[in-house]
Structures are given as structure tokens and as C-alpha cells.
């Protein structure tokens, strides 16, 4: 094409000697990294390797009152303060994650201000929702990375993803070698955490699937194969809907990625959809799941626990709600933080009072009873956009793999924290929020660059060749 157009149109000299024009990809960062930055990871990604690999226990390692995430966040906030300061002022704008997350850590501050309880209570209540500042953190670093950056970020995550599958496999097949190992906090080592495992077990399937096409196909699939199976050994069925969620994400991503459905594509899900039905049944978590239904099949202890952890939530849900909403300073603003509304409004009974829960299972509840209807808001309004830029994500082809992994990370934990206890934990807010920020400045880089940009052919590599 481009030979043809040269030959029809001679370049003059000048025209010649000109560079052709690079098109960014929808997803590129707004300034051009150079070649140290180019080679650089995301901000905040070690620390996100390190949860997502060590999950809850590993969240618990720590050396006196340090734990291990909060060091690797803080060191990752410095070094990205000084290299800031060191580069100085970019060429070009780089785009934050918005204004919702700004306002959501605006109302978690206000409501610090107003603590009249114990401090140091107050303080881990609103860790949760201080971690949204993440975003920040990885929204600059993504803009300011490049490609050989962004493939090593997703390399090291992909590594992080791998090390939780092995230990997860242990820890299916060999519980009383998993009883033996020492104690971490109130924890132990490769001790599951049934909800928030199995979600990144389906991050890893759906990463695996995206790489079949890479070549491998086989390695990638058995990887695949491996993680859907473990998660399907766990009784958990919020993990099971992240799992499905995942692959059929994935699944779709890769077809987008391809420019149109292809048939291997509709094969690819056919068979996941497939070997999901014909697996799900004899499963743990299948059996729990299909356990909701009076007339199944399972046994009567598997129906009436899975029966009864349902009623239990939706009654602690229900108290949860009346209490808040009974006051109008409480359904404005919330409790705050430091006050245990679980307990204040009996809703810690159905689940187990003096288990130390302080949760109701679901960060929508969470949010409200603790910042009201205007912390309800925010969080719904980011979650919303959140999905939305999912979904356009899916549509139209992520711009790159990690992209395509943090949507992944976003769908996955999104599921498992409107039914556990997962954003308001740090093992599940880092990751969240790390990946929130990359995928809300990369729309909102995109976004700009449409409207700075005239929309151009994308066979047309320079400017004359625009003009013949």
C-alpha cells in the first residue's frame, strides 16, 4: 500500500527526510517516556505482586508494627515522589485518576476529623478506604511508563499470579502439611482464604487464556486447566462467580483483540462453558452453589449450611440497613469511624458475635454505614465507571496486556466484595484500586487525546502521504 502510494506520488526531498507520523494506541501514555522510564514498572506494582501471591497470610508478615504491604506502598509512594521531582514537569498533561477518588479520600479525612472513639480503631476503619490513594500512585506511573515498562509490570504480576497457584495447590492437596506450618498474625501460612483465593485464581485463568495466542498453547491452557480446578476444589461461591466472570471476560477480550469474533474465539467458550457445567456439579463449590435450591440433589448438611450462611447474611444486611437509615445524621454521613456498627445494630449475630468481625460482607453496606449516603454515592459512581470503561474496554481491544489484566483484577475482586469481606482488607484494596487507577487515567488519557486529535486513517503514515 505504501509502495504504491510513493511510486503514484513522488516525495520531494524535504518530504522525504521527514519522519512518518506514530500513532499512540487508544490506551498509551500522554507523554513519551524516554529511555529510562520507558524500561521502568508501574509504581506499586511489587507490592501488589506480594499480596496477590501471598494473600491474606502474607498480608500478616511483618517485622514489629510494620506489615509488608504497607512498607512496600510507602516505599513505592516515595520513590515515585522523588522521581517525579527528579524528572521535573512533563512536556504533557499527566492525566490522575479523577475526581471520584479525590472525594472519597475528601470524605474519609472529614471523617477522621470527627472521631471521638479510640484513634487507633478509628485508624484501621478507615484504612480501607485510604487506599484508594493507590490510584494515584499507579495512575501516573502507567502514563509515564512504556511498553517494555508496562511488559515488564505485567511479567512480574504474571510471576506473582503463578507463586499463588503453586501454594494453592499445596494447600488443596495436603491440609495437614498446610497445619504444620507456623503462624503469621492470626493466620497461617498457605492457609486459604476461600473468597478473595479463588478470585485470583480466575485472574490467572483469564490471564492464561489471553496468552494462548502468544504461542504455548498447551502451557497456557494447563495453567489454565490448574487454576479452574483449584478454585473449583474450594467451597466458596462468590469465588465461583469471580472465576466464570473472569474467564468469560477473558474469552471476550481475546476476540476483541483479534478485530472480530473469530470461530476459535465461540470454540474457546463453548468448551470453558462447557467443562464449567459438567464440572460444576461434582465440585465443592458447585454443589454449595447448586445447595441454594430446596430441591437439590446435595447432601442435607451441605443444603442446610449454605442455606443458613445465606439467610445469615441477608438478615445481618437487613439490620445493618434499618439501623443506619433510622437516624438521619447516620444515613447522611454515616457512623464514621471507630464505632462497630455490626455489633450497635445486632447485625454480628447471624454471622457470629465475638469472632471480631466488623463487617457485614458487602463494601456497598460497608461504605454506606460508614460514610452514608454521601460516601455511598462516590463509591458507586467509581464502581460505575469502573465497569463502564470494562465494558468499553472489552469492546473495542485493550491497548496493551496489562490493560487487559487489570480489568480482569477489577471484575474479579469487584464480584467477591459485594459478598466478603475483600476491599475492606488489605490484601484486596491494593489490588483493586492499583489496577482502578490505571484503567480511570488510561480512559481519561484517551479521552484527551480524542479530543485533541483529529481522527486519522491509520494505513496513512506520514503527513504526505495524508495529503495524496
Known amino acids: 500500500m505504501t509502495a ?19 500513532h499512540r494506541p487508544s490506551g498509551a501514555s500522554a507523554a513519551e517516556p524516554g529511555p529510562a522510564a520507558d524500561r521502568r514498572r508501574v509504581a506499586g506494582v511489587v507490592a501488589v505482586t506480594v499480596l496477590l501471591a501471598g494473600s491474606r497470610w502474607g498480608s500478616h508478615l511483618h517485622v514489629g508494627p510494620l506489615y509488608i504491604g ?22 504533557e498533561r499527566v492525566h490522575g485518576p479523577g475526581a471520584l477518588i479525590g472525594l ?10 470527627t472521631v471521638q472513639d479510640d484513634l487507633r480503631v478509628a485508624l484501621r476503619d478507615a484504612a480501607p478506604f485510604a487506599y484508594v490513594a493507590i490510584a494515584y500512585l499507579s495512575a501516573g506511573a502507567y502514563q509515564r511508563s512504556g511498553d517494555r ?38 493466620t497461617r501460612v498457605f492457609e486459604i482464604r476461600t473468597d478473595f483465593d479463588v478470585a485470583v485464581l480466575g485472574v490467572l485463568a483469564g490471564l492464561s487464556i489471553l496468552r494462548m ?46 478485530g472480530r469474533l473469530r470461530l476459535r474465539a465461540v470454540l474457546l467458550g463453548a468448551i470453558a462453558v462447557l467443562a464449567t457445567v459438567a464440572v460444576l456439579p461434582i465440585s465443592p463449590a458447585g454443589q454449595r452453589l447448586l445447595a441454594l ?14 442455606q443458613g450462611t445465606t439467610r445469615a447474611r441477608l438478615i445481618a444486611w437487613e439490620r445493618v440497613l434499618t439501623y443506619t437509615l433510622d437516624d438521619p445524621v447516620r444515613s447522611a454521613v ?23 468481625v466488623r463487617s457485614p460482607h458487602n463494601y456497598l453496606l460497608t461504605t454506606f454505614a460508614r460514610l452514608g449516603f454521601v460516601g455511598l454515592t462516590i463509591v458507586v459512581a467509581l464502581l460505575a465507571s469502573l465497569v463502564t470503561i470494562a465494558v468499553r474496554t472489552v469492546r473495542r481491544g485493550p491497548p496493551d496486556e496489562l490493560t487487559s489484566l487489570c480489568v480482569l483484577l477489577v471484575v474479579s475482586l469487584l464480584i467477591v466484595a459485594l459478598l466478603g469481606v475483600i476491599l475492606e482488607s488489605p490484601f484486596g ?33 506520514s503527513p504526505q502521504e495524508a495529503i495524496a
Request: charged share 20%.
Open 293 to 306: 435450591n430446596e430441591s437439590a440433589t446435595a447432601s442435607s448438611e451441605l443444603v442446610e449450611n449454605a
Open 213 to 258: 495466542r502468544r504461542g504455548r498453547i498447551w502451557l497456557h491452557a494447563s495453567v489454565t486447566a490448574a487454576a479452574l480446578v483449584t478454585g473449583l476444589a474450594q467451597v466458596n461461591r462468590a469465588g465461583l462467580f469471580s472465576c466464570c466472570a473472569c474467564v468469560l471476560v477473558a474469552v471476550m477480550l481475546r476476540a476483541a483483540g483479534d
Open 4 to 22: 504504491r502510494v510513493d511510486m503514484a506520488y513522488p516525495r520531494t526531498d524535504v518530504a522525504a527526510r521527514m519522519p512518518p507520523v506514530r
Open 104 to 113: 472519597l479520600l475528601l470524605v474519609t479525612g472529614f471523617r477522621l476529623l
Open 149 to 186: 515498562g508496562r511488559e515488564r509490570t505485567v511479567r512480574l504480576l504474571h510471576g506473582g499470579l503463578l507463586l499463588h497457584l503453586a501454594w494453592m495447590v499445596v494447600a488443596t492437596l495436603a491440609p495437614a502439611f498446610v497445619a504444620t506450618l507456623p503462624s503469621v498474625g492470626s
Open 334 to 356: 454515616g457512623v464514621g469511624f471507630g464505632p462497630d456498627f455490626l455489633q450497635r445494630s445486632n447485625g454480628d449475630l447471624p454471622i457470629g458475635r465475638g469472632m471480631g
Open 429 to 461: 484494596a491494593a489490588p483493586f484500586f492499583w489496577a482502578a487507577g490505571i484503567l480511570l487515567a488510561g480512559e481519561r488519557s484517551r479521552r484527551a487525546r480524542v479530543r485533541r486529535e483529529p481522527e486519522q486513517d491509520p494505513l496513512v503514515s
Open 70 to 91: 504497607d512498607f512496600l506502598l510507602c516505599a513505592a509512594f516515595l520513590a515515585a515522589t522523588w522521581t517525579a521531582l527528579l524528572s521535573g514537569k512533563g512536556s
